[in-house]
């Protein structure tokens, strides 16, 4: 099992340009999340969603889609990258159950110029 | 939403010594809370976690203990190796209602295990 996936690593964009992350997870989870993680500011949540096709909002949304077509992917797109979105982007995914641990994907390092 | 305090932000222990990182939060619905390890340039990986009906988990090195009346709980990692360098993250998990729950991630510990 691969576990939890994230395409691509890295990336770098110019203000202004868009893109999409994927998440892909062979775990059967229900539960996905997009966090982003900045120096000094542990894991902010981004957006989750607790099946396919429902997305909702987490901490911090502005400037970020979710979709969920499909159960095991989950993709986060930037439709106008700004500086700020300058960050390390993790997937992660669950079961449901309180009890159960999130799989964390390796990470896609970011950079907005 | 949760507010969620970690202390302290940096750690430097001797090996063999044993380290202790606290973790306050606001929520009282919170009912799950684990901690995550971070080492550097990886993702974070779940250590150890602790169920609100339960006061002390220990697992080999590390341990936590909860107190629900204060709202906090700490992790204990004795006779402390190199290898325990790492960011660690607590992250109480609230009940946001209609079967959602999310983890509230603490800004993180640097321990640093001095050979």
């Known amino acids: 099992n691969a576990g939890v996936t994230q395409t691509p690593k890295f990336r770098v964009l110019k203000t202004g340009q868009s893109m999409t992350l994927l998440c892909a997870q062979d775990?059967?989870?229900?539960?996905m999340y997009w966090y982003r993680q900045d120096p000094g500011m542990g894991l902010r949540l981004i957006h989750y969603?607790?099946?396919?096709?429902?997305?909702a909002k987490g901490e911090v949304p502005d400037g970020y889609n979710v979709s969920r077509l499909k159960k095991q992917n989950f993709l986060l797109g930037l439709e106008s990258a700004a500086p700020s979105q300058t960050s390390v982007y993790f997937c992660?995914?669950?079961?449901?159950?309180?009890?159960?641990?999130?799989?964390f994907g390796p990470g896609t390092r970011l950079t907005v110029l | 939403g949760e507010n969620v305090e970690q202390h302290p932000s940096t750690l430097s222990v001797q090996e063999g010594d044993s380290a202790v990182i606290k973790c306050t939060y606001s929520?009282?619905?919170?009912?799950?809370f684990p901690w995550y390890k971070q080492e550097l340039g990886k993702r974070p990986q779940l250590i150890i976690d602790?169920?609100?009906?339960?006061g002390e988990k220990k697992d080999q090195r590390i341990a936590v203990t909860l107190n629900k009346t204060a709202k906090h709980f700490s992790l204990h990692i004795t006779e402390t190796q190199p290898e325990d360098s790492a960011v660690y993250f607590c992250?109480?998990?609230?009940?946001?209602?209609?079967?959602?729950?999310?983890?509230?991630f603490g800004k993180g510990t640097k321990l640093s295990v001095i050979p």
């Open positions: 775990m059967n989870h229900e539960y």
């Open positions: 969603s607790v099946g396919e096709g429902t997305t």
């Open positions: 992660a995914s669950s079961y449901p159950q309180v009890g159960n641990e999130q799989f």
């Open positions: 602790i169920r609100s009906n339960v």
């Open positions: 929520d009282s619905a919170s009912n799950y």
């Open positions: 992250a109480p998990r609230v009940h946001l209602g209609a079967g959602s729950y999310q983890l509230t």
